[in-house]
């Protein structure tokens, strides 16, 4: 398993494009259904998160991620995978382009 910042997940490296880090964040669902949760790590690529309400996958999901009480920003996410936990769901979501309406 590699060593250093980047957390014990990496260790399926040869599936991942971009390097992970713990990430301390607040997030909100806005779509496809309202939920809240909290960040577990992030990459240039995506989040690792969870939340409280389950998104089927390849559902793309709008969602706040709050980094501190005066910074926020708005992402557009795929739902890559997505595990139930006794209290909610992990999920993996890959960051997109803002969804055309």
């Known amino acids: ?7 014990a997940a990496v260790h399926r490296g040869a599936r991942r ?20 949760g909290l960040a577990i790590n992030a990459s240039v690529g995506g989040l690792r998160v ?12 709008t969602l706040r991620v709050r980094t501190a009480p005066d910074h926020e920003t708005i992402e557009h996410a795929r739902v ?19 969804p055309s309406i």
């Open 1 to 7: 398993m590699p060593k250093g910042g980047a957390d």
């Open 17 to 36: 494009r971009f390097r992970r880090w713990a990430l301390d964040a607040d997030i909100e669902l806005l779509t496809p259904s309202r939920g809240a």
């Open 50 to 61: 969870a939340v409280d309400m389950g998104v089927p996958v390849d559902h793309v999901c």
């Open 80 to 98: 890559v995978w997505s595990k139930t936990q006794p209290d909610g769901y992990v999920m993996g979501l890959e960051f997109i382009a803002t």
